[in-house]
């Protein structure tokens, strides 16, 4: 994933664009970036390694030393970024939050139309923030090649691009990812996360529509393309990514997780001693929960932040799966001898689950049920950076389900198994609670899910569970 913020102000804009940056961190953890611009001395840009610090620390000299009236940043996941651009459009600095599922055929067609070379990273793969550069610098101006950016990209896209006379917005052409506009008397700002900017003072603006852009002034934004109709936003902001204080469309994140934790309760039979969550992003799910069924809301682990502060560190698998386990710790009072109903986000590739639940055992619980607050992930996302598994058999349901077709899983197999009412469903998730030792599994219906944010589904995005586009 990644995120990003951006700021256009008449005085020195560098507080808030770091503040507003570091707001972002829940979405990345291998790069942060900044650039500023100053009338004086132009373009300044810095980019760093935020594995095993974060960016605030990382970026404190940098804060010291910046200084401009414009400027954007981000936290990305992956690709170094911000980059800057010398091209026909003069210097500009270029951050996205972007899936591009068409990299090969993009590059060729750049290369096919003059473009020289692009810088390989380490992994030899293409900054993708490098690639929408070629893609919009193909056109005469660029508000065209911002659009013909987001029309060529299969996957998702948005950004934001600073030149001297401002910083253009762009989202994503089906809404994939948000971009939202705050203000305040002596500036405008452009982010990721809407609640990273109201402790400094920003007050809500508006949300850009599916592939809308505009241009960020220091007393302005300005509408350049009209927003499309079609809209197709990623239900899991929701459900996981997003911060809960965030809001995606209006909906706040806790709001619709405390909903989600009631429709699951009102389809539940079992009779715990207490309702938990996995931290972080499993307490509000348990809390809605909890509420709806009136079964005790309890905290028999906590996860130890002071060092180990976000969701995802570090980037290898194995090491992500070690870290994980070592950031919960048990409040043995609160496990040993209970019955618990434990409510994480999702089930993945359910390694970390099953070592939660055993460990959960080893401390003395009777018994251990599960309610991940989504259905069964059935496919990889297509359309954003939820995980960068090379295989949709990275997922424990494919696994099963291959298991029990004899290697014949067809688009039709699937969704049968996408059915939470056949047969073949309670077959796979019987599958899944056996081999992850489980005393019980139930996953949220998408019908409920859908439900719990309060959006037409038309709006949403259900790819990794339903597997339509």
Not at 97 to 110: D, F, G, M, Q
Not at 172 to 183: A, L
Not at 260 to 274: E, F, L, S, T
Not at 306 to 312: D, L
Request: aromatic share 10%.
């Amino acid at each position: 994933m990644g995120g990003f913020f951006g700021v256009a102000a008449k005085e020195d804009c560098v507080f808030d664009l770091f503040f507003g940056i570091d707001y972002h961190s829940h979405l990345g953890t291998r790069r942060g970036g900044m650039c500023v611009w100053d009338r004086e001395k132009g373009f300044n840009r810095a980019i760093h390694n935020i594995e095993n610090s974060p960016f605030r620390t990382k970026f404190d000299h940098d804060f010291q030393e910046m200084h401009g009236t414009l400027g954007i940043g981000c936290i990305s996941d992956f690709e170094p970024q911000p980059l800057t651009v010398r091209s026909h459009h003069g210097t500009y600095a270029l951050t996205t939050v972007s899936k591009i599922n068409n990299t090969e055929e993009l590059t060729k067609r750049v290369f096919d139309n003059g473009h020289s070379h692009f810088l390989e990273m380490s992994g030899g793969e293409i900054n993708a923030t490098e690639l929408v550069a070629a893609l919009i610098n193909e056109k005469e101006n660029i508000i065209d090649g911002i659009n013909y950016a987001l029309e060529a990209v299969d996957g998702s896209l948005s950004l934001l691009l600073l030149t001297p006379k401002g910083i253009y917005c762009a989202r994503d052409r089906y809404g994939r990812t948000p971009v939202v506009i705050g203000r305040k008397e002596d500036a405008y700002c452009a982010a990721f996360e809407d609640f990273a900017y109201r402790n400094l003072g920003y007050d809500h603006f508006k949300e850009l529509g599916p592939g809308e852009i505009g241009i960020l002034t220091n007393d302005n934004y300005l509408m350049l393309h009209a927003p499309g109709t079609e809209m197709k936003i990623c239900t899991f902001l929701w459900i996981y990514y997003g911060y809960p204080s965030s809001s995606y469309e209006g909906i706040s994140v806790e709001k619709m997780r405390y909903n989600c934790g009631a429709k699951m309760a009102g389809r539940d039979n079992v009779q715990p001693d207490v309702v938990a969550g996995v931290p972080d992003s499993g307490l509000a799910h348990a809390i809605g929960y909890a509420n709806a069924s009136g079964i005790p809301f309890s905290r028999p682990f906590i996860k130890y932040t002071p060092t180990w502060p976000r969701s995802f560190m570090p980037t290898m698998q194995s090491q992500r799966n070690l870290i994980a386990k070592m950031k919960l710790l048990a409040v043995d009072d609160l496990i040993k001898d209970k019955k618990l109903l434990l409510i994480d986000d999702s089930i993945v590739r359910g390694t970390q689950l099953r070592e939660t639940t055993e460990f959960l055992y080893r401390s003395g619980a009777k018994e251990v049920h599960i309610r991940p607050a989504c259905p069964p992930l059935l496919y990889g996302c297509k359309y954003l950076n939820f995980s960068r598994s090379s295989s949709e058999m990275d997922l424990i349901t494919r696994r099963v389900i291959q298991r029990l077709e004899n290697g014949n899983v067809t688009d039709e197999v699937l969704k049968e198994y996408a059915d939470p009412d056949s047969e073949k469903y309670e077959k796979m998730v019987e599958e899944i609670r056996k081999e992850l030792n489980f005393t019980s599994l139930r996953f949220n219906r998408l019908d409920d899910m859908l439900d719990a944010v309060g959006i037409d589904k038309c709006k949403l995005c259900t790819y990794c569970w339903d597997g339509q586009e």
